[in-house]
């Protein structure tokens, strides 16, 4: 049988390069695997481009998305019977109506917030709008705290914008982690998305949780358990 194509989709405040040690084993054992370069806006218009996007992949797909990807994830595969498993890193899975703000202000524990530094931007309509970005000084205290200093200060220096719209938006419908088998890579020590709130989410979904103790990018200082989970994902639905 053919194996399905592994979609990865990164989050805020990183890039499509950070799979790199995943596409590299997944191919190496034969997967075809795309990293989606995640725009980062709006929920509503990343979830559309994810979804037009998944619609040219032929054949059987296992989504991944980290941290705001896995709510981008949760939206774009609705519909799409080709996708067979969501796999999650740190990732958010919001419920119809529900933002992650209102889950951040029920769990303690992210050093985010205090890190954000918003830039202001106008768009081409000539609407008003702001660009998210985290502090270079707190960003691996916040986001990589496992990740070595000098390896963190790219990572910050190469940072994504994150669009205010983007992590204010809700899903405006039932995600696809209702009716979609899920897998869920839980860091530990993440200062981002709290472990309670992570694991509330992936609770609710009914997702198999794999622990590491890892910070936020759980899939870049913890490879190997995160290429193992899509692994699993694919064993168990295709």
Not at 4 to 27: K, M, N, Q, S, Y
Not at 108 to 114: R, T
Request: aromatic letters at 10%; charged letters at 20%.
């Amino acid at each position: 049988m053919t194996n399905p194509t592994v979609v990865l989709v990164h989050g805020a405040w990183a890039d499509a390069t950070g799979f790199d040690p995943e596409i590299r084993a997944l191919r190496e054992r034969g997967f075809p695997v795309v990293a989606f370069a995640n725009p980062l806006r709006s929920l509503d218009g990343d979830a559309k481009y994810l979804a037009e996007f998944l619609k040219t992949v032929p054949g059987p797909i296992v989504l991944a998305g980290h941290s705001y990807g896995g709510n981008v994830i949760s939206m774009g595969a609705v519909g799409n019977d080709q996708v067979k498993a969501l796999v999650y890193f740190d990732g958010w899975m919001c419920d119809e109506g529900e933002s992650q703000q209102q889950l951040l202000e029920k769990f303690e524990g992210s050093l985010v917030g205090p890190a954000i530094r918003p830039v202001p931007f106008t768009a081409p309509d000539g609407s008003d709008g702001a660009d998210l970005y985290l502090d270079l000084d707190s960003f691996r205290a916040a986001f990589a705290a496992d990740i070595d200093p000098d390896t963190a200060a790219v990572m910050a220096a190469t940072q994504r914008p994150y669009a205010a719209a983007a992590f204010a938006g809700v899903p405006s419908g039932p995600p696809a982690w209702k009716t979609l088998p899920c897998w869920y890579l839980l860091g530990t020590e993440d200062k981002a998305v709290p472990a309670a709130l992570q694991r509330f989410m992936a609770e609710r979904a009914n997702a198999t949780i794999v622990e590491v103790p890892s910070s936020h990018v759980s899939f870049a200082s913890h490879p190997e358990a995160a290429t193992q989970l899509i692994l699993q994902a694919v064993e168990a639905t295709t």
